[in-house]
């Protein structure tokens, strides 16, 4: 049975809530900045996952509608919504059917999963007026040493579609699907025409994995979810034994890049 890319993660929901990394504070604190919403202000969220970002907009007020289309990534988000104000909708954003609109409209690691024609204007079709559409993603770094180079010489023996992917590392988050903020999205986001100038932030931060739980972070991929089984259990072994015999830990930096547009007022 053909797997769509997009609804893998559902398969390995508790291992994302597990491993996939949050986002700093500071990237929150420049959305309500930039919105001036207070608590108790509704919020539409796109993809929530297993609630990731959820947790963080309950926890400064916001009553939260948040939309997934994974039975597991709504169990887990439910759990977390249970604590504050909010639901939890099983469906894809492009799906939903229901007519409320909201001040904030925001999406984390999710925004280049919905449908590319159409993304900009069903989010601008949520939104009240003046209010503002926040993407946000973590783009990891792969900077030079002996473990980022064990590690990719595994992906160059044991799968190298994905190490011949501009992105496609072990630490990609999802290996050419997630386009830079800096460019293509932020260009898109201004050439919709259905927001005003589109301000972006940068959050640098850095993670620090072993062995066992980096080789988890990929299992969370979809392209790796997508591997033959016996060909991603080569490469996962392949990864936890160049970190295993490079230290035993591999530092990622990642850029949490943050993406605001205001809709027009009227």
Same mark, same amino acid.
């Given at each position: 049975?053909?797997?769509?890319?997009?609804?893998?993660?559902?398969?390995?929901?508790?291992? /994302?809530?597990?491993?996939?990394?949050?986002?700093?504070?500071?990237?929150?604190?420049?959305?309500?900045?930039?919105?001036?919403?207070?608590?108790?202000?509704?919020?539409?969220?796109?993809?929530?996952?297993?609630?990731?970002?959820?947790?963080?907009?309950?926890?400064?007020?916001?009553?939260?509608?948040?939309?997934?289309?994974?039975?597991?990534?709504?169990?887990?988000?439910?759990?977390?919504?249970?604590?504050?104000?909010?639901?939890?909708?099983?469906?894809?954003?492009?799906?939903?059917?229901?007519?409320?609109?909201?001040?904030?409209?925001?999406?984390?690691?999710?925004?280049?999963?919905?449908?590319?024609?159409?993304?900009?204007?069903?989010?601008?079709?949520?939104?009240?007026?003046?209010?503002?559409?926040?993407?946000?993603?973590?783009?990891?770094?792969?900077?030079?040493?002996?473990?980022?180079?064990?590690?990719?010489?595994? /992906?160059?023996?044991?799968?190298?579609?994905?190490?011949?992917?501009?992105?496609?590392?072990?630490?990609?988050?999802?290996?050419?699907?997630?386009?830079?903020?800096?460019?293509?999205?932020?260009?898109?986001?201004?050439?919709?025409?259905?927001?005003?100038?589109?301000?972006?932030?940068?959050?640098?931060?850095?993670?620090?994995?072993?062995?066992?739980?980096?080789?988890?972070?990929?299992?969370?991929?979809?392209?790796?979810?997508?591997?033959?089984?016996?060909?991603?259990?080569?490469?996962?072994?392949?990864?936890?034994?160049?970190?295993?015999?490079?230290?035993?830990?591999?530092?990622?930096? /990642?850029?949490?890049?943050?993406?605001?547009?205001?809709?027009?007022?009227?």
């Amino acid at each position: 049975m053909s797997r769509e890319q997009r609804l893998v993660f559902d398969e390995a929901a508790e291992l /994302y809530a597990r491993r996939r990394p949050g986002y700093p504070a500071a990237l929150f604190d420049a959305v309500v900045s930039f919105t001036g919403l207070k608590p108790g202000a509704p919020v539409l969220e796109i993809g929530c996952g297993p609630g990731t970002a959820t947790a963080a907009l309950i926890a400064r007020g916001f009553d939260v509608t948040a939309l997934d289309p994974g039975e597991g990534m709504c169990r887990l988000a439910r759990a977390i919504v249970a604590s504050g104000r909010g639901r939890v909708i099983e469906t894809l954003f492009e799906d939903w059917r229901d007519v409320a609109r909201f001040p904030l409209v925001v999406a984390g690691q999710s925004f280049h999963w919905v449908d590319p024609d159409r993304r900009f204007d069903l989010a601008a079709d949520r939104l009240l007026p003046g209010g503002v559409l926040a993407i946000f993603a973590n783009h990891p770094g792969h900077p030079p040493g002996p473990v980022h180079e064990a590690i990719q010489t595994v /992906y160059a023996r044991e799968a190298p579609r994905l190490a011949a992917q501009p992105s496609g590392s072990a630490a990609a988050i999802e290996p050419g699907r997630a386009p830079s903020i800096r460019s293509g999205l932020h260009a898109a986001f201004e050439r919709s025409a259905r927001f005003g100038a589109v301000t972006a932030h940068c959050f640098p931060w850095t993670a620090r994995y072993d062995g066992p739980a980096y080789v988890e972070l990929m299992q969370t991929q979809s392209d790796h979810r997508l591997l033959p089984p016996e060909v991603a259990a080569r490469l996962h072994a392949g990864i936890a034994d160049a970190i295993a015999t490079h230290g035993g830990e591999v530092e990622v930096p /990642y850029d949490a890049r943050l993406l605001l547009g205001r809709a027009p007022a009227r």
